[in-house]
């Protein structure tokens, strides 16, 4: 006889393998996108002490900072919606730390670009929705 607990843990490590790959699939597919659209990118899951930006590119001399939610529903509003103000807070102030980071990009404009990407699993198919300055930045006030 199995032990629910233990049955509950495989299920847990199941899916959140799941999510990951997902979302592995999905950044790898933007990255895709955003170069056959004549970017390049530049760094990918970029960290700072603020959170994470998915993936950052160069497009002329303009830094785009990419957010990218892969979601296997296809509710629109519900992706959108996931880019909270917090979550704008935090990748301004990651995008903030990158720039700080790469002198190089000193005289660059930047931008905050969201890309959403949906899975049909019926064809194992993805549809790749792109917002171009998606938000505006928001800076921490004291």
């Known amino acids: ?3 629910i607990y233990y049955v509950k843990i495989f299920i847990h ?14 950044e790898r597919l ?7 659209n004549g970017l390049r990118i530049i760094a990918k899951n970029y960290f700072s002490t603020y ?5 950052v590119a160069q ?19 519900a992706a959108e919606n996931s880019i909270t103000i917090s979550k704008q807070r935090k990748l301004t102030l990651t995008g903030q730390a990158f720039i700080s980071a790469n002198p190089q990009y000193d005289d660059f404009s930047y931008r905050f670009d ?16 792109h917002y171009k300055n998606a938000f505006i930045p928001i800076y921490q006030s004291y």
């Open 13 to 26: 490590s199941m899916l959140y393998q799941i999510r990951t790959n997902m979302a592995q699939t999905g």
């Open 59 to 77: 497009d002329g001399k303009e830094i785009v900072f990419v957010e990218v939610k892969t979601r296997a529903s296809h509710f629109l509003k």
């Open 51 to 55: 959170g994470e930006i998915d993936l």
């Open 30 to 36: 933007a990255a895709d996108f955003l170069v056959q």
């Open 114 to 129: 969201v890309i959403l990407i949906f899975h049909y699993r019926k064809d194992d198919t993805y549809k790749i929705k």
């Open 1 to 3: 006889m199995f032990d």
